[in-house]
Every structure is written in structure tokens, then in C-alpha cells.
């Protein structure tokens, strides 16, 4: 009796891989297709929004560092002019009074130009704000002043220097001796400052600011004696007297 003889195939009801590959080769669903779309739509809008907001943000601190950086210039600015504000005397008036101007919102002086402007001498300054449009601009002027004059000088077409855009308020307040009090009397704050005689002692100023952190509260001390610019002082009234 003969043996039957059995074939064996290695491979036998394995699909070979090409077969494989070719049953799966046809390519993505629509269904599939879609939601990868879906899926890079959602990320895309997601990465723009966050480089908006990076770039925003980066834009945010350059001009905070830029409005601080011109803060600290201008008040070093004002300190050394307010510091060293001169009495200057009207001439011709009679009680020679002082060339100076200070109210709540507006601060007149006479003060150097600074020694890096090829201008020298004296000058009348305006410590003011501005309105352009619905923008509040903290504004300084300064124009030649002469004391054979006898009112206050015009800033008309005085030459204009912003020190802070976007503020909403000035506030400025005097520290000293009022027009009537005697050198016994002790020295208040006023938000207008009427001694003719003297200058203050202090000022205060605190710049209020729209977008940009507030200035802070700065004090200057003034340095110059009322008897400087006189030329006859009488210390007992605190009167300047005598002739031009």
C-alpha cells in the first residue's frame, strides 16, 4: 500500500506582505481625511492665537519701558531746573516781585537752560498740559524773559518739549510761607501759590497717566535765598525794597 505524500508549504494561508500592502494601500477614508483637517484647523487658529498674544505682550513691555524711561528723564529734568529756579524780579514794579506763576495746574519759573544747550542764560519756563484731540500731553515751554517788563512772560511762541504723553491729570502744590504770614509762621501746603515775595520752600507735583503706570509723587526742594535777585532785602517783613 502506498503512502499518500503531503505537500508542505511554508507560507500556506499567510498572505504574503505585498498582498497585505495591497489590501491596504488604498488610501484614507473621507471620514478620516476630515477630521485631520479638523484636527489642524484647531491647532493652527491655537498657535496664531498664541503668537497674537506674544507679540502683544512684547509690544505691552517696550512701551511700559519706554514711558518709564521717559519718566525718569524728565523728572531728573525738572529737578535740576526747579532746584535751581531764580528769583528773578520784576524791575520796574513796585515791591519788585518775582517772576513766578504757580497754580494747581500750571507752574510759571525762571530758571538756566542747561549746560548742554548751546543757548545760555535765563529763561521763563511753563510747566503746563496740552489737549490735542482727546490726548492729554504733559507740555514744558520755555521763551527769553526780561525783567524791565511788567507782567509775566507770553509762551505764544514759546518753544514746546513733551515730557509724557497720555496723562490725564497734573497736580502741582506749594510748600512755604503765605503772602501774608511772618517769617515766625510756620510753612503750609497750597495749591496756588500767592507770596510775590517769596518763592516756595517745596514743591509737589504727581502726574496722573491714562495707559502707563503714574508718575510718582515728586518733591523738589528749592535752593535759592528770596534776598537773591533783591536789591534791598528786608528780612524782618520779607518785603524786597529799595531801588531798581
Not at 498664541?50 to 514711558?67: N, P, Q, V, Y
Not at 529763561?123 to 492729554?136: G, P
Not at 507770553?154 to 496723562?167: I, S
Request: net charge neutral; proline share 6%; charged share 20%.
Amino acid at each position: 500500500m502506498m503512502t499518500p505524500m503531503i505537500h508542505f508549504r511554508p507560507n500556506a494561508g499567510i498572505p504574503s506582505p505585498r498582498r497585505a500592502f495591497d489590501q491596504h494601500s488604498s488610501g484614507f477614508t473621507l471620514l478620516e481625511v476630515m477630521i485631520a483637517m479638523t484636527l489642524l484647523a484647531l491647532l493652527s487658529g491655537t498657535l496664531l492665537g498664541i503668537f497674537k498674544m506674544a507679540g502683544k505682550t512684547r509690544d505691552l513691555g517696550e512701551s511700559l519701558t519706554d514711558a518709564a524711561t521717559m519718566m525718569r528723564s524728565s523728572q531728573t529734568f525738572l529737578r535740576a531746573q526747579l532746584e535751581n529756579a531764580y528769583p528773578l524780579r520784576f524791575k520796574k514794579v513796585p515791591g519788585h516781585p518775582l517772576i513766578f506763576f504757580g497754580q494747581k495746574e500750571e507752574l510759571i519759573y525762571v530758571s538756566a537752560m542747561p549746560a548742554r544747550h548751546h543757548e545760555g542764560g535765563l529763561y521763563a519756563w511753563r510747566l503746563s498740559t496740552r489737549r490735542d484731540a482727546d490726548r492729554l500731553s504733559l507740555i514744558l515751554s520755555y521763551t527769553t524773559v526780561d525783567a524791565n517788563h511788567d507782567q509775566l512772560p507770553d509762551f505764544k511762541d514759546a518753544r514746546q518739549t513733551v515730557l509724557a504723553e497720555e496723562v490725564s491729570s497734573l497736580e502741582l502744590n506749594y510748600f512755604g510761607l503765605p503772602e501774608d504770614a511772618s517769617i515766625h509762621d510756620d510753612p503750609v501746603w497750597t495749591h496756588e501759590w500767592k507770596n510775590t515775595q517769596r518763592l516756595p520752600q517745596m514743591i509737589r507735583m504727581e502726574v496722573s497717566a491714562n495707559h502707563h503706570a503714574a508718575w510718582q509723587t515728586f518733591y523738589v526742594i528749592l535752593k535759592r535765598a528770596p534776598e537773591v535777585g533783591c536789591p534791598q532785602w528786608n528780612e524782618s517783613s520779607g518785603v524786597c525794597g529799595g531801588g531798581a
